[in-house]
């Protein structure tokens, strides 16, 4: 395990090289070389853009920093789609992490897509969500449980202040214990630290409020892994390389690697 950490930590730290001199705001070059994984087979995620409700204007974006990472880092493969019906128990099968990427609303998943997606979390595979994949599917349970909390409002759109509570996880390894950006900062209908374990949250005092507002965690979902991300309502937030290093230890995490 320790060794799968270091190597996780030399591909961040390769990526934030490769980037650093372009600025923290810059998305990688499209279609660049792919580098050798840090762990021998890249990781197959299956990234999912459907919105039954506000739509971000960030979703190409998104995409694009997703394929970019890919190529670049050479840690992960990434498939792109919005088709809901495609997640069935024998498509899943080709993948290692589902990721739910600035969903909304109640996406028309079928009774069976909704138990393959369960079974491919609980048997060992992970799953990722960011920013609005937790104002999605707030009918059904076992995603409320799989996200680990629901939407309630989002108070601040300004800069502010994040601090990081487990400077050791993969995906906040580089970001040491704070960093300011702009962002638009959600609060949850319940806190859902009883359940996970955070990551990131709020500095109330940045906002000035009180409280505690965790921003990121991850869970356990069976016999397989589970990571929130709260940020990533802008362009900008993506295009951020703290962000996406964030992203890219989540994946490598969330596969078990």
């Given at each position: 395990?320790?060794?799968?950490?270091?190597?996780?930590?030399?591909?961040?730290?390769?990526?934030?090289?490769?980037?650093?001199?372009?600025?923290?705001?810059?998305?990688?070059?499209?279609?660049?070389?792919?580098?050798?994984?840090?762990?021998?087979?890249?990781?197959?995620?299956?990234?999912?853009?459907?919105?039954?409700?506000?739509?971000?204007?960030?979703?190409?974006?998104?995409?694009?920093?997703?394929?970019?990472?890919?190529?670049?880092?050479?840690?992960?493969?990434?498939?792109?789609?919005?088709?809901?019906?495609?997640?069935?128990?024998?498509?899943?099968?080709?993948?290692?992490?589902?990721?739910?990427?600035?969903?909304?609303?109640?996406?028309?998943?079928?009774?069976?897509?909704?138990?393959?997606?369960?079974?491919?979390?609980?048997?060992?595979?992970?799953?990722?969500?960011?920013?609005?994949?937790?104002?999605?599917?707030?009918?059904?349970?076992?995603?409320?449980?799989?996200?680990?909390?629901?939407?309630?409002?989002?108070?601040?759109?300004?800069?502010?202040?994040?601090?990081?509570?487990?400077?050791?996880?993969?995906?906040?390894?580089?970001?040491?214990?704070?960093?300011?950006?702009?962002?638009?900062?959600?609060?949850?209908?319940?806190?859902?630290?009883?359940?996970?374990?955070?990551?990131?949250?709020?500095?109330?005092?940045?906002?000035?409020?009180?409280?505690?507002?965790?921003?990121?965690?991850?869970?356990?979902?069976?016999?397989g892994r589970a990571y929130y991300n709260a940020l990533g309502h802008f362009q900008e937030t993506w295009r951020d390389v703290r962000f996406?290093?964030?992203?890219?230890?989540?994946?490598?995490?969330?596969?078990?690697?």
């Open positions: 395990m320790a060794l799968t950490t270091a190597r996780t930590v030399i591909a961040l730290f390769a990526l934030w090289l490769a980037t650093a001199c372009s600025g923290a705001s810059q998305t990688p070059t499209l279609g660049g070389p792919t580098q050798p994984s840090a762990s021998g087979t890249p990781v197959r995620v299956l990234m999912l853009t459907a919105t039954r409700g506000f739509r971000h204007d960030s979703i190409p974006v998104a995409r694009d920093v997703m394929a970019a990472l890919a190529a670049s880092s050479g840690t992960f493969t990434v498939t792109e789609t919005e088709d809901v019906s495609a997640f069935t128990d024998s498509l899943l099968a080709g993948y290692d992490v589902i990721f739910f990427a600035l969903t909304t609303g109640e996406l028309e998943f079928g009774p069976a897509q909704k138990a393959a997606i369960v079974n491919f979390v609980s048997s060992g595979k992970g799953f990722l969500g960011v920013h609005s994949a937790t104002d999605t599917l707030y009918e059904w349970p076992d995603y409320g449980r799989l996200v680990g909390a629901y939407f309630k409002e989002h108070p601040w759109t300004q800069s502010a202040t994040v601090l990081v509570e487990d400077p050791s996880h993969p995906s906040t390894a580089s970001l040491g214990d704070r960093f300011t950006l702009t962002e638009e900062f959600y609060t949850f209908r319940d806190n859902p630290r009883p359940r996970v374990h955070v990551l990131l949250r709020l500095d109330p005092a940045s906002v000035g409020s009180t409280g505690d507002y965790p921003l990121a965690w991850t869970q356990s979902f069976g016999s996406q290093r964030q992203l890219l230890g989540a994946i490598q995490w969330a596969a078990g690697r």
